[in-house]
């Protein structure tokens, strides 16, 4: 039972550590994507800045708002499993 219980726990730890990899390279590549357009907008039409950077913020806080999430599924994996007991008993002897 116990060995069953530290595999869970490497896989969960592993399948968290990609998760929130994969999660913060996609919100990087899409922040990115979306600052390009804005300030390219504001470059030809600077008279549309505040609407762009209003409307770019509120883009920004939406994709963050993913990789949060994708960290609390990550933690979720890493300390709310099923066998949580099991490991600490391990890692308490």
Known sequence: MEAQALQFFIA??????????????????????????AVEGIARN?????????????????????CIYALVVALILIYAHPQAEAIAKLFTK
């Open 12 to 37: 969960s730890v592993t399948a968290a550590g990609f998760g929130i990899a994969i999660a913060a390279f996609g919100c990087g590549i899409g922040q990115g994507l979306g600052l390009k357009s």
């Open 46 to 66: 600077p008279e549309s800045s505040g609407k762009v950077t209003v409307t770019m913020l509120i883009g920004l806080a939406m994709i963050e708002s993913l």
